[in-house]
């Protein structure tokens, strides 16, 4: 199965602030299939970028997606109040779809 | 929108079964998708179970294959799992959730989870 690590596990950003998320895969996702999500306590996971760097409906576009083969980045351009959460990627190149670590963007 | 909700008993003892719902609202199950379920122990990352289609085709993780099984009820317009032999290990919160395209994709669609602790 594809494993995926995340970095950093933790980043202390102020809003404002630029954010930048990174997803490393064991092997190339095929075809871009790669999402992200965010998820805060309590709540559903939401889904923000498909395909690498299709931003899902409704997602401000301050948050943009990119990458291909076994790198890919989230990055979130200036931080709102409302983005401090954990962020997940999860691939569906192939079989099991799997996820990464998370990465928790807080306060700083 | 489409809305699901997981219900289920909260605690399950060690050798017994987790019996988890998935109620779906403002969608037909029987559209087309996939319907997955999905779970995050403490401390680690989300874990794909398996997946149902209304046909009752699924799909499982090799891992918990030999102990998972997913079925629907289109009549009830809700999607189950249940898995055997559980331990400690398999306590975690439990998402139910609806795949965007096959049973292999992302998920648009979440559930809020329950936590299902195994004691």
């Known amino acids: 199965e594809i494993v995926l690590a995340q970095s950093p596990g933790t980043l202390s950003l102020s809003p404002g602030e630029r954010a930048t998320l990174s997803c490393r895969a064991s092997?190339?996702?095929?075809?871009?299939?790669l999402a992200w999500y965010q998820h805060k306590p309590g709540q559903a996971p939401r889904l923000l970028i498909y395909?690498?760097?299709s931003r899902a409906t409704g997602i401000p576009d301050r948050f943009s997606g990119s990458g291909s083969g076994t790198d890919f980045t989230l990055t979130i351009s200036r931080l709102e109040p409302e983005d401090f959460a954990v962020y997940y990627c999860?691939?569906?190149?192939?079989?099991?779809?799997?996820f990464g670590g998370g990465t928790k963007v807080e306060i700083k | 929108q489409v809305q699901l909700q997981e219900s289920g008993p909260g605690l399950v003892k060690p050798s017994e079964t987790l019996s988890l719902t998935c109620d779906v609202s403002?969608?037909?199950?029987?559209?087309?998708?996939?319907w997955g379920w999905f779970r995050q122990p403490p401390g680690k990352a989300l874990e794909y179970i398996g997946s149902?289609?209304?046909?009752?085709?699924?799909y499982y993780s090799p891992s918990l294959q030999s102990r998972a099984r997913i079925s629907v009820d289109t009549s009830k317009n809700q999607f189950s799992l249940n898995l055997n032999s559980v331990t400690a290990a398999d306590t975690a919160v439990y998402y139910c959730?609806?795949?965007?395209?096959?049973?292999?994709?992302?998920?648009?669609?979440w559930g809020l989870g329950t936590l299902v602790t195994v004691s």
């Open positions: 092997e190339s996702v095929t075809n871009r299939y």
């Open positions: 149902i289609h209304h046909s009752g085709s699924t």
């Open positions: 403002s969608s037909s199950i029987n559209y087309g998708y996939y």
């Open positions: 395909g690498a760097s």
């Open positions: 959730a609806r795949l965007a395209a096959g049973s292999g994709s992302y998920c648009p669609y």
């Open positions: 999860q691939q569906y190149g192939g079989s099991p779809l799997t």
